[in-house]
């Protein structure tokens, strides 16, 4: 069965750090490639950050850029966002997200998703 489920989310201040997971069961072809998008209140959902089905491309927002860190276990089983240097407008619902496609160096940023999980929710506030 193919599920996408988040977990990390929490109350961190400025300047700190978060670690988000997102179980991937199911998604262990190179031909799903998987991304972050977030939501934060009041505006439309964007991408943060994609991984290719290969794992060879990554692509991130500029507002997350060197900051932000998307990684896969060799397994494929689990999709990481390491959030550093966090800052009060990264505040937002976190979303995983999964698409198949027949390229696998494909990186979709902003892009129309098949599977998605239900959100885990980072608040960046003193």
């Known amino acids: 069965q193919l599920q996408l489920v988040e977990s990390g989310g929490g109350l961190v201040q400025p300047g700190g750090s978060l670690r988000l997971s997102c179980a991937a069961a199911g998604f262990t072809s190179d031909h799903y490639a998987l991304a972050w998008y977030r939501q934060a209140p009041g505006k439309e959902r964007e991408g943060v950050s994609c991984?290719?089905?290969?794992?060879?491309?990554?692509n991130y927002a500029d507002s997350v850029k060197g900051r932000f860190t998307i990684s896969r276990d060799s397994a494929k089983t689990t999709l990481y966002l390491q959030m550093d240097s966090l800052k009060p407008e990264d505040t937002a619902v976190y979303y995983c997200?999964?698409?198949?496609?027949?390229?696998?160096?494909?990186?979709?940023?902003?892009?129309?998703?098949?599977?998605w999980g239900k959100g885990t929710l980072v608040n960046v506030s003193s």
């Open positions: 997200a999964a698409r198949s496609y027949f390229v696998t160096t494909w990186c979709p940023m902003n892009e129309r998703m098949d599977y």
């Open positions: 991984i290719s089905g290969s794992g060879s491309n990554t």
